[in-house]
């Protein structure tokens, strides 16, 4: 089972942030945690990921606690192809890079 | 590139009949995974590769059988198919395991 928590949905406006929480309380020193995203119907989609400090790229932010059980992820103006479920996942690097997926949070994004 | 393909998109079995899912990837990526998702789940491992030669269950194996003779190509096999198989299968590779892409999946319905 995923050992991840993440809120079943959430709404967002058009061109405001989104921040998407998840728990993680149970993650280990050397677990990272990604984030994908499904659009429906497609193959899950990369976003982004981190073990302790916060990361950036062109899709997100990522913002991990300083204890690391929970974190957030952020779109900074999301738009309405950003309307998808988000996946929050912690791994290691010691267990075949295998990816224990929940449900995620489906976010909708209005106009 | 063209990342990652499936064939079929779309397949309508009768029970007890047997199919293959192609799946493959040009990116020279040593992991490949298959997953399966029903209506409303995240995914679920069904057999992963670390590498051609080299195959493992995932979290729900029973029912599929694969193989992996080349680095581009992880077929799934079902050999018996039951109503229960009905689903989005996905394949995904990656070169260092946690950062997956993903393909378009293929649609299965056993009746």
């Known amino acids: 089972d995923a050992k991840t928590t993440q809120p079943p949905s959430m709404d967002c406006a058009e061109g405001r942030a989104a921040n998407l929480p998840c728990n993680h309380s149970?993650?280990?020193?050397?677990?990272?945690v990604y984030w994908y995203r499904q659009i429906h119907s497609q193959g899950p989609q990369y976003i982004i990921h981190g073990l302790k400090n916060n990361e950036t790229n062109e899709m997100a932010s990522l913002i991990i606690t300083e204890d690391r059980k929970s974190s957030t992820l952020i779109l900074p103006h999301a738009t309405l192809r950003d309307t998808a479920v988000y996946y929050c996942i912690e791994t290691g690097a010691g267990n075949n890079r295998k990816l224990i997926w929940g449900l995620g949070t489906s976010l909708g994004v209005n106009p | 590139n063209a990342g990652v393909t499936q064939t079929p998109k779309f397949r309508i079995l009768k029970i007890g009949q047997s199919m293959t899912l192609q799946c493959t990837q040009d990116m020279n990526h040593n992991y490949m995974y298959w997953y399966r998702q029903d209506p409303g789940m995240g995914l679920k491992l069904i057999y992963y590769?670390?590498?051609?030669?080299?195959?493992d269950k995932g979290e729900v194996p029973n029912g599929y059988n694969v193989s992996r003779s080349t680095t581009e190509d992880f077929p799934l096999r079902l050999e018996l198919a039951a109503p229960s198989q009905t689903s989005v299968y996905f394949c995904?590779?990656?070169?260092?395991?946690?950062?997956?892409?993903f393909g378009p999946g293929t649609r299965l319905t056993v009746l």
């Open positions: 590769s670390v590498g051609a030669g080299i195959t």
């Open positions: 995904a590779s990656s070169y260092y395991g946690n950062e997956q892409f």
């Open positions: 149970t993650i280990s020193g050397n677990e990272y």
